[in-house]
């Protein structure tokens, strides 16, 4: 819902020549019309779309409007030319929708991983020098052991401050200490991670790159994020289909499922929960467009 002086806003807004937008931090930034084009462009929706949706946004922007509003609005009017790119643009928020426990991001992370040609296992009791940790993610390439910790957030206004990665370093050399140990003989390296779906503070970044541990969150590192690695993958979650309920997407979960390119294989599941033939058949025509740029489904 618009703010009740919005109107006004904008008009003084449209005077300066300025409009401010308020982001998730509270800070106030210049609106930026690129911006927005750049993430409806990720929702591979055409131009004249993106065109469309742009004109009917900026109509009703408001001075100091919440970004997170901005998007609504974008993903409503989106919605409404296009069923399947509205179901990309959705991206961030159905990563949030991967709870309320974080396991089903562990799994979506492992998938993730093993597009990247890592040997994953999820939710592993390890051994380390001093006592056991139950590790998130242990994967494993002809290289590289990766000892990772996921931490899952609901609300996109958390994040990670410094005490995670002090934490997960303690553990990961602990465990680190144990497989050098164990693997004597092979040449490998270990390196501990931290993978959020949020963001991390400054100085739980410093702190996690200066003992040179793996950090990946939504928007971090620049070009190698969460969301860059999910749009170079084109694995998208099951949360991000608009074809299926809240509920429904739940069960999926709840048997594994997390990937949406999983339902083609899947359509006796969903005869299973009572859906009926025709939204089934909905259900797999969106699947298969948000996938298409995914080769190997």
């Not at 609504?72 to 179901?87: E, I, V």
């Not at 928007?219 to 289909?241: A, C, Q, R, V, W």
């Not at 390119?261 to 467009?289: A, F, Q």
Request: proline residues 2%; charged residues 30%; aromatic residues 8%.
């Amino acid at each position: 819902m618009l703010h009740k002086n919005s109107e006004s806003n904008t008009k003084k807004a449209d005077q300066k020549g300025t409009m401010l937008v308020t982001k998730m931090s509270g800070v106030q930034v210049l609106f930026d019309e690129e911006k927005l084009k750049r993430s409806l462009r990720r929702s591979k929706a055409d131009e004249e779309i993106i065109s469309q949706v742009i004109d009917k946004v900026k109509k009703e922007l408001y001075d100091t409007m919440p970004t997170r509003e901005i998007y609504k609005l974008a993903f409503s009017h989106l919605k409404k030319y296009s069923f399947q790119s509205a179901s990309r643009y959705k991206l961030k928020s159905a990563i949030l929708e991967l709870g309320p426990s974080g396991f089903p991001f562990e799994k979506y992370i492992a998938e993730l991983l093993k597009f990247k040609n890592y040997r994953t296992e999820v939710g592993t009791i390890v051994q380390g020098h001093c006592v056991s940790h139950e590790i998130d993610i242990l994967a494993e390439n002809e290289e590289q052991h990766l000892i990772i910790e996921c931490k899952f957030h609901s609300d996109q206004r958390r994040f990670c401050d410094i005490k995670v990665p002090l934490y997960i370093h303690s553990r990961f050399k602990d465990v680190e200490t144990k497989m050098k140990e164990k693997h004597s003989k092979v040449h490998k390296s270990y390196l501990g991670g931290l993978i959020t779906n949020t963001r991390f503070s400054s100085d739980a970044l410093q702190y996690g790159n200066c003992m040179g541990m793996f950090m990946l969150s939504w928007d971090y590192p620049f070009n190698m994020s969460l969301k860059s690695l999910i749009d170079e993958s084109g694995l998208h979650p099951i949360t991000s289909l608009l074809t299926l309920a809240k509920l429904e997407k739940d069960q999926l979960l709840s048997r594994g499922l997390v990937l949406c390119k999983d339902l083609l294989h899947e359509e006796k599941t969903l005869r299973g929960m009572d859906i009926s033939e025709s939204r089934i058949n909905k259900i797999i025509e969106e699947v298969k467009s948000i996938c298409e740029s995914n080769s190997s489904y």
